[in-house]
């Protein structure tokens, strides 16, 4: 891809996620470390470990051009600037346009996806080779500019809209397409662009089962317009799936890291509550772990919420939030299981008339746990690894 008629911007990235890599580890990972070694799109072995973020001050040549030079003489868009500003500034930003080689190989892809007889295999690992790696090298970065994917997205539909849609939902050898890692870095212009396309796959998960919406629920969201296109995304997916590695959805995630923004934008877009991952936690009992009040209490307000369900140990919110030493939270799920008209009677590792009295000590003594309620009652049975979806996994 090269530049022409346009002007150069500002240098400007945006936070990455601090919890889990996008490919499933619990260290961040990004496409900058990603190699396209074993590409699930292109299943070849002959390129070496290939970087898809090279560094700012290093260019690569590709059909005889140079190319990397876009990536640091434009920044990400300011997204607090007013509409009509921004729309000055689109005016006057750079426009790039692919090079022969990428060009070349669109139309082989395009060949391709009309007659899967009509490329050889080594013809079509070469193609998809060359397709991928520049493709995620401009969308996938850190620093990736949203005017340079609208770009490449503009190219490819120009091409065919199956060739457009093919290299938007591309995967790397990890199984992350290019929304799993602009979403991963917070670059939401780029999200933004990539939506804007309709073609993506926004329930895709990557080898870890990890979707964009999963990701984008511990997203760094700073603006307000960020925050919209958050929603939109999660308007467009399935906020209930699960991940394939622990069970884990979107809501979860949020809750075990206290994210009360993204816990409402979930909700508002029907994430489900009771939804329990692979050991029985919910979100409540994530909630309730985590001493997480004030979503403890926007769960328990929403419609159908169960506080009674219980985990694989068969411990459940109440038994949970009195383990982790959080008796208000306690307090709250006592008050709900035992007087919300919606809700049966408790059943739980306690009899009723221990759990009684454990309600009428902390509404009495907030804070305070007598001994003699506490005096003969069974223990927890409780693994000693934490749930993926608790304390143990994230902090």
């Known amino acids: ?6 002007r150069a911007g500002a240098n400007g990235t945006k936070k990455n996620l601090q919890f889990v890599g996008v490919n499933g580890g619990y260290e961040t990972t990004s496409s900058d470390e990603s190699s396209s070694e074993d590409s699930s799109s292109s299943g070849s072995e002959e390129e ?9 001050d290093e260019y690569q040549k590709d059909g005889g051009r140079r190319i990397g030079e876009e990536f640091q003489n434009e920044g990400a868009e300011d997204v607090d600037k007013k509409d009509e ?47 991928q790696h520049e493709w995620f090298r401009a969308s996938s970065q ?25 290299i938007v939902n591309m995967a790397d050898g990890n ?3 290019a929304l799993h890692y602009s979403v991963s870095h917070s670059n939401f212009q780029v999200v933004k662009k990539l939506l804007d396309a309709d073609v993506c796959n926004v329930n895709q998960q990557n080898k870890a089962g990890y979707t964009p919406i999963m990701l984008a629920a511990l997203a760094a969201v700073e603006t307000p317009k960020d925050m919209c296109i958050v929603e939109e995304l999660f308007s467009k997916g399935d906020v209930n799936a699960r991940a394939s590695q622990a069970g884990q959805t979107g809501l979860m995630l949020a809750v075990s890291h206290g994210r009360m923004d993204m816990v409402r934008a979930l909700l508002a877009h029907g994430a489900d509550v009771n939804v329990q991952d692979d050991e029985g936690s919910t979100a409540l009992m994530c909630a309730s772990e985590h001493g997480h009040v004030e979503i403890v209490k926007l769960l328990l307000g929403q419609p159908g919420c169960d506080a009674t369900l219980s985990d694989g140990d068969g411990s ?41 009295r454990l309600f009428i000590c902390c509404f009495l003594l907030p804070h305070v746990l007598c001994s003699c309620v506490l005096q003969g009652t069974p223990r927890l049975g409780r693994k000693t690894s934490p749930s993926p979806t608790r304390r143990g996994m994230f902090d």
Do not use: W
Not at 90 to 112: G, I, P
Not at 329 to 356: D, G, T, W
């Open 1 to 6: 891809m090269k530049k022409k008629d346009g």
């Open 48 to 56: 070496d470990e290939e970087e898809y973020g090279a560094k700012e």
């Open 85 to 131: 500003e921004e729309g000055s500034e689109n005016e006057k930003r750079e426009r790039y346009e692919l090079s022969e080689k990428m060009l070349a190989a669109c139309d082989v892809l395009k060949t391709h996806l009309s007659d899967s007889k009509a490329v050889s295999s080594k013809d079509l690992r070469a193609v998809l080779n060359t397709v």
């Open 142 to 166: 850190k620093a990736a500019v949203a005017g340079m994917v609208k770009d490449y997205l503009r190219a490819f539909e120009a091409v065919s809209p199956d060739v457009l849609r093919h």
């Open 175 to 177: 199984g992350n397409t």
């Open 316 to 356: 459940n919110a109440l038994s949970i939030a009195l383990e982790a030493g959080h008796k208000d939270i306690a307090v709250l799920l006592y008050a709900h299981v035992n007087f919300s008209k919606a809700q049966s009677p408790v059943s739980c590792s306690f009899c009723r008339s221990e759990m009684h």
